[in-house]
């Protein structure tokens, strides 16, 4: 790609930066590029969020494409991102519910169910059917699984892989409820510090073709852990349309109060979540 010209140094294990400052990092020049996911800064990135909301999409490929619709679209969007040279912003698979003691079939078998739960988009709906959100680091959720601090928990699949999650776990619902957003950020001077030919060199690997690799390889990923959770003795029980209709109607509350939240402060909450929806349709 650029022969060895463009090098990488990475510092893992937070040497540099905190996951919840990777982007304001980018940003000011502490680092030269940032990682992380979205929901570590609450508010931050607004519309953006609009991915974590309920069924908007059924795939990490298909949410790929629907984010980068929604980018070309909504300049707002874009906004979000003014300050930094944007490399990526890619989704996990979508999130489904994972339950110890208790299978869950209907919305009304949350009800009283202490649930892990990664954000504030996802409280909100959690609270909306009667559960009660648990907000913990993912490195605490086996435990808390095992020893019945928790009842279950919400996350993107390969969650199960990356932390053993298939040993403690009796039961999955799949739903699509939400998905996990990341992004890839550059500073911007460094970004411009690199030669024309270098940056039409890393041009390939940003954008809307990263997300869409990054997709395929949670996408496989989902696959995989899906397999060792059956394999595992985990017994999985998927809605359907009808039913997550009915789920739908019961979160539509906490859908409301987000499209609300964002009219509110002058941003377009009620098109970009339309749009969301039809991109999924379609």
């Known amino acids: 790609m650029t022969n060895g010209e463009v090098k990488i140094t990475s510092y893992p294990s937070n040497q540099l930066a905190q996951p919840d400052s990777h982007y304001d990092a980018a940003a000011r020049g502490v680092v030269d590029m940032g990682y992380s996911v979205h ?38 969007l874009r906004a979000e991102y003014d300050d930094v040279e944007l490399l990526w912003l890619a989704t996990s698979e979508p999130a489904q519910l994972y339950t110890t003691e208790k299978q869950v079939k209907k919305i009304e078998d949350l009800r009283g169910m202490r649930i892990r739960s990664p954000s504030m988009e996802v409280n909100s709906w959690l609270e909306e059917v009667g559960a009660t959100p648990v907000s913990m680091p993912m490195s605490d959720v086996y435990e808390a699984l095992d020893r019945g601090v928790v009842d ?42 690199l030669s024309d030919e270098h940056q039409t060199a890393i041009d390939p690997i940003k954008g809307r073709n990263m997300a869409m690799q990054i997709g395929a390889m949670h996408d496989a990923q989902s696959e995989e852990a899906i397999k060792t959770a059956k394999a595992a003795g985990a017994i999985f029980y998927e809605l359907n ?14 859908i409301d109060d987000w499209i609300k939240d964002k009219e509110e402060r002058g941003l377009p909450g009620q098109e970009i979540y339309d749009k969301a929806v039809e991109q999924n349709l379609n």
């Open 39 to 76: 929901s570590y800064r609450p508010g931050q990135f607004p519309l953006t969020s609009v991915l974590e909301l309920p069924f908007i999409s059924e795939s990490a490929t298909e949410g790929a494409e629907i984010m980068w619709d929604l980018m070309d679209e909504f300049p707002e």
């Open 152 to 193: 279950g928990m919400v996350g993107p699949t390969h969650t199960l892989l990356d932390y053993s999650l298939q040993n403690v776990i009796d039961y999955v619902t799949i739903g699509n409820f939400y998905m996990t957003t990341f992004y890839g950020a550059m500073n911007q001077e460094s970004w411009r510090s």
């Open 241 to 254: 349309e009808d039913e997550i209709e009915e789920w739908r109607e019961r979160m539509q509350p906490a």
